[in-house]
């Protein structure tokens, strides 16, 4: 793992080399070991390649980066993991490639000079890279199939930026930032980020999860496109139990494929399902390796997983790992995370976690493995109720379409209406989804938000939705699932993961993430996904039978590294107003309002959302970066 950033500008050397080593040391955390450079000059223009180090894979001076191929041609950074590097790299090696290093860097670079962006799809990993061709003067970058590792990039004129993060990417420009106002609106009215390519940064973007890009240095010009994206055609039926077993051997290999490290790890484990079922998977692939364990635990409180993260430590003869946090810590804490994670983020949740990987460092541990992606591709969260109805309709079984809606709605935190909503909202207008939210007392534009302002700057005030896939009949569910990995959502808890460990130099790795456990489990039948009766993660919870407790597979509810928010914010009352209060001078954001609504809630006049959290996230955040 590592911070990767760029520059290709029409500039003098020198003011280039001063950008350079800003940006670098912006993401010394995500590369405490080594920071380096590579400079071209072509005619007046000026390419620099910059690289920060965390030695995980290779830990010698042969697998430094910035890394040239053997005749000079290409030249790489690289952020990320090749998880299948040696399987690659005897392939190539048949082929006649020879190798100065063992790093899955060398694999990289030597698999893009042999197969070029054929590579891509051949790679089992988390990646952010950029190559460089000499012969061709063109940058090749791409980023992994779901955007586990980042990439960010400003183009402008004759000059094209990148970095692993934001304000690196800041770094490397002439120009100060801009708010992206429809982003802006977005998170803290809708609570919705990191939806697609923009940022908080109207001139900063991300590079869209399975896309590649080329950037010609003769011509300014940049291209980018798609290089995977998810199946949801169904194959040909099996049976339920082969589909569990293939799913166990898949998540056994994929296990197995990233505990490849040549330095100390361990795991993140929270009691539930997906995390459980990682640390399962690496007791049964290494039955005599001491497993570290870290986890978040909400001490006194109903939101509390204590008891599941004993269970799993017990079944696997795990050494456990544990903190629990007070109000004043995450107070004390809050500017760093914030500025760790480089734009707001939905809830305290991601202090939880920030603290867990902070413990896995304090411990030792420079890498850990993680259970994200498992609701996405198995069907979790709540089950997907309208997709799944809808789909049960296109095939025209009414009947089994309301047993799932009675069914699903018996389960605990779900009302059977909410089920019968989501189906109605499959077959719903935009215009008329609109006003069946603002008939529920919804509003798009709340009173401390000055609508006219924003309306002026062109920004869209209406309650954000994707509409429902017009194409995929009766597989309504698993398109829907197909689009979360790239939609609001993951991209959002990639960004958390990717941050927080980061933050503290630790190397997050996500087993469930591979294109061939998508390509497995979004081409199965829906009702192996989310069974009849409604119950969420059905293949997985029989795959994992003997690899984790009963009780975790039997369990009917969803937490995850949940915090006792309401407590501890209101608990927190005089120091979250004196956040609000800061002047940020923005003319859309009635600070007053939203002090009095701050207030109502408070005085219990006012129920508690998430909404409190995101005005303080973005207040603390734009300060930060705008304010002063």
């Not at 980018?224 to 994206?229: E, R």
């Not at 049960?392 to 009302?415: E, I, N, Q, V």
């Not at 119950?535 to 009963?550: I, Q, S, Y």
Request: charged fraction near 20%; hydrophobic fraction near 40%.
């Amino acid at each position: 793992m590592c911070g990767i950033a760029g520059l290709a500008l029409s500039d003098t050397t020198e003011f280039a080399a001063e950008r350079m080593q800003r940006s670098l040391q912006l993401l010394k955390r995500r590369g405490p070991d080594r920071s380096s450079t590579f400079q071209f000059q072509w005619c007046e223009k000026t390419l620099m390649l910059g690289h920060t180090r965390l030695s995980v894979i290779d830990l010698t001076e042969a697998a430094a980066q910035p890394m040239n191929s053997p005749d000079d041609r290409f030249t790489l950074v690289f952020n990320g993991e090749i998880y299948n590097y040696k399987e690659l790299r005897s392939e190539l090696t048949a082929a006649g490639r020879r190798f100065r290093s063992a790093s899955d860097t060398e694999v990289l670079l030597q698999a893009w000079a042999h197969w070029g962006e054929a590579a891509l799809t051949r790679f089992v990993g988390m990646f952010a890279f950029v190559i460089f061709d000499r012969e061709t003067s063109t940058l090749y970058g791409a980023r992994d199939a779901f955007g586990i590792k980042p990439f960010y990039y400003s183009a402008s004129g004759a000059s094209f930026v990148f970095a692993s993060e934001i304000p690196a990417v800041q770094a490397l420009r002439s120009t100060a930032p801009k708010l992206d106002l429809q982003t802006s609106y977005d998170y803290l009215v809708h609570g919705n980020y990191d939806a697609g390519e923009r940022t908080f940064f109207s001139d900063v973007l991300a590079l869209p999860a399975g896309h590649q890009f080329t950037y010609d240095l003769r011509s300014n010009v940049l291209q980018i496109k798609p290089w995977w994206a998810p199946k949801i055609t169904l194959v040909e039926p099996i049976a339920f139990s082969d589909a569990a077993d293939g799913l166990r051997n898949h998540l056994l290999n994929s296990v197995r494929l990233h505990l490849r490290s040549d330095v100390p790890l361990g795991a993140a484990l929270s009691g539930g399902l997906d995390s459980s079922a990682i640390v399962g998977c690496m007791r049964h692939l290494e039955p005599d390796v001491p497993i570290h364990t870290f986890s978040f635990i909400a001490s006194g409180s109903a939101v509390s997983e204590e008891c599941w993260v004993d269970q799993v430590n017990t079944q696997v003869g795990a050494v456990a790992h544990k903190v629990s946090i007070a109000p004043s810590e995450l107070a004390a804490d809050l500017d760093d995370m914030i500025a760790a994670l480089g734009e707001p983020f939905g809830s305290t949740s991601i202090y939880a976690q920030y603290r867990v990987f902070k413990l896995a460092r304090e411990h030792g541990m420079t890498v850990t493995l993680d259970g994200q992606g498992a609701d996405e591709l198995c069907g979790g969260y709540v089950g997907y109720p309208g997709p799944r109805v809808r789909s049960l309709l296109d095939g025209g079984h009414w009947l089994g379409a309301l047993s799932f809606l009675g069914k699903w709605g018996r389960w605990p935190g779900r009302a059977g209406l909410d089920g019968l909503k989501a189906a109605v909202a499959e077959y719903t207008s935009d215009a008329a989804y609109q006003a069946l939210r603002r008939m529920n007392g919804a509003s798009a534009s709340p009173s401390w938000i000055d609508a006219h302002v924003l309306a002026d700057a062109g920004v869209t005030l209406r309650f954000p939705r994707e509409l429902p896939s017009q194409t995929a009949s009766e597989r309504r569910m698993v398109a829907e699932l197909a689009r979360s990995l790239h939609g609001v959502g993951l991209p959002g808890l990639l960004r958390h993961g990717d941050r927080n460990s980061m933050r503290f130099s630790v190397e997050s790795r996500v087993p469930f993430l591979t294109t061939e456990l998508a390509d497995f489990l979004l081409t199965l039948p829906e009702e192996y996904l989310v069974s009849p009766q409604g119950e969420t993660k059905h293949l997985l919870r029989r795959a994992m039978r003997g690899l984790v407790p009963d009780e975790i597979l039997n369990r009917r509810d969803k937490i995850g590294f949940a915090t006792p928010e309401q407590a501890w914010l209101l608990q927190m009352a005089p120091q979250v107003r004196e956040w609000l209060r800061y002047p940020l001078n923005l003319p859309f954001l009635r600070q007053n309002e939203v002090l009095k609504a701050f207030d109502q809630v408070v005085a219990g006049q006012r129920p508690f959302s998430w909404q409190v959290w995101r005005w303080i996230n973005f207040t603390r955040w734009y300060a930060q970066h705008f304010a002063g």
